[in-house]
C-alpha cells in the first residue's frame, strides 16, 4: 500500500520579498508578550460544500467503526468565518456566501459586540484585502458607521 498523507504548507513564491516581510510581521504579532488589555484575534475565512448523505450510514459497533457510502449529493455551498483570541475565546458563524460584504459583516459585528474594554485595534494581514478592506467597510454601511469601523483597523 502507498502512503497517501499529504502535508498542505504554504508554499512562499519564488523571490518574493513582500510575501516573506508580510509572513516576518505576523510571526513577530505572535511573538509578543500576552497582554489581556490588547489581545490578538486571529481570523480566517472557509469555503465550504455542503453534501447530503444518500445511503444511510451503518452505526458502529464494538467490531467496527461507523460506516458512511462515499456517494454523496451537493447540497450547495457556503462559508466559515472564525474569529479567535487563542487564550480565552472563539467565534464561528456560517453564511451563505463570503464576499466581501459578508466579510466586512462580520468584522463589524467583532468590532461592536466582543472585547468591550479593551484597547482593540484590527490588523488586516490578508494580502487578498488588505488595500480594500477600510474602503470594504466604507461601502458596506453607511459613511458614517464604515468610517468609525475602519477608525478601529491598523
Not at 520579498?17 to 490578538?40: G, N, T, W
Amino acid at each position: 500500500m502507498s502512503n497517501r498523507k499529504i502535508e498542505y504548507w504554504v508554499i512562499p513564491p519564488e523571490a518574493d520579498s513582500e510575501f516573506v516581510a508580510q509572513m516576518k510581521e505576523v510571526l513577530d504579532v505572535y511573538a509578543r508578550p500576552y497582554d489581556a488589555s490588547c489581545p490578538v484575534i486571529c481570523m480566517d475565512e472557509q469555503p465550504i460544500q455542503l453534501q447530503k448523505e444518500i445511503a444511510r450510514p451503518i452505526e458502529a459497533t464494538a467490531k467496527h467503526p461507523k460506516r458512511v457510502d462515499y456517494d454523496y449529493e451537493r447540497a450547495g455551498t457556503a462559508s466559515i468565518f472564525m474569529f479567535t483570541e487563542l487564550l480565552s475565546w472563539r467565534q464561528a458563524t456560517v453564511r451563505q456566501r463570503r464576499t466581501k460584504v459578508d466579510w466586512a459583516i462580520e468584522v463589524a459585528a467583532l468590532i461592536n459586540n466582543t472585547q468591550r474594554g479593551v484597547d482593540w485595534q484590527m490588523k488586516v494581514e490578508d494580502a487578498k484585502c488588505k488595500l480594500t478592506f477600510p474602503s470594504t467597510l466604507k461601502l458596506s454601511f453607511d459613511a458614517a458607521l464604515g468610517h468609525t469601523l475602519a477608525l478601529r483597523c491598523v
